[in-house]
């Protein structure tokens, strides 16, 4: 359970990054509160795309993986967090991705801000 909460702490932080340097990634609220809640949620439904879509996405394009040496990992990062931009439309959360270049740059800032907090924050492991 600690495990989850650093990971979704890591990924609030990561998104508010990227909504904060892309131009094309809003996140959006009433006042402070109602934002800091909505990027919680937006977080929350990032990892719940992660564990859920994000396996299958890369096990039907393992081949595109081996042919680009791994940069395609890029472009499914991108489409995750664009997919997550589209479901938090279908809940009412104010979190939008306009394109697949803000998906790509925010998922680029997304994966390394990610990877900083994580090396940062104790996992409990």
């Given at each position: ?26 996140l959006t609220g009433d ?30 394009s393992l081949p595109l ?61």
């Open positions: 359970m600690k495990n989850f909460t650093f990971q979704t702490v890591a990924n609030a932080v990561a998104i508010a990054v990227a909504a904060w340097l892309v131009g094309g990634i809003e006042d402070t509160w109602d934002t800091v809640l909505t990027l919680v949620l937006v977080a929350l439904l990032f990892g719940l795309v992660n564990w859920l879509v994000k396996p299958v996405v890369g096990l039907l993986f081996i042919l680009t040496l791994g940069l395609f990992t890029l472009v499914v990062n991108a489409l995750m967090l664009w997919l997550t931009s589209w479901l938090s439309d279908q809940a009412g959360l104010t979190f939008h991705v306009d394109g697949f270049w803000a998906a790509f740059w925010g998922a680029l800032i997304v994966s390394v801000v990610s990877w900083a907090v994580n090396v940062v924050l104790p996992d409990g492991d």
